[in-house]
């Protein structure tokens, strides 16, 4: 059974940091990429960043990029989102999410990922 359990949020002002980290269970982790996605009150879910099994390779929302960074420790089967500058509209819950199939190329579509986190809340106050 595939788990994903994510941790980090929480509230900062305009400017702060936080890192978000994903601890993922029930596959070989090494082999499949990881992406973060997340969803703001009222809107759909957006994707934020990705990291190829390997960590050789990553893609970053153009909203997000030069800000967040995305990473990933395979012996601890944990991604994590490095995330700095934060701006009131990076508000949103925010999801972790494994690929559906193993060494695939990396995937920025939600439909590539098939199993996703219960979600962590970062709120950014002006």
């Not at 980090?8 to 002002?13: E, F």
């Not at 890192?19 to 993922?24: I, K, N, P």
């Not at 703001?40 to 967040?68: H, N």
């Not at 509209?89 to 219960?118: F, K, N």
């Amino acid at each position: 059974q595939v788990q994903l359990v994510e941790s980090g949020g929480g509230t900062v002002q305009a400017g702060g940091s936080l890192r978000l980290s994903c601890a993922a269970s029930g596959r070989i982790f090494s082999r499949y990429n990881m992406g973060w996605f997340r969803q703001a009150a009222g809107k759909e879910r957006e994707f934020v960043s990705a990291i190829s099994w390997g960590g050789g390779r990553t893609s970053t929302a153009d909203s997000v990029k030069g800000r967040f960074t995305i990473s990933r420790d395979d012996a601890e089967s944990t991604v994590y989102l490095q995330m700095n500058s934060l701006k009131p509209e990076d508000t949103a819950v925010y999801y972790c999410a494994i690929g559906r199939s193993a060494y695939s190329p990396l995937a920025t579509m939600q439909h590539e990922y098939d199993y996703w986190g219960q979600g962590t809340q970062v709120t950014v106050s002006s």
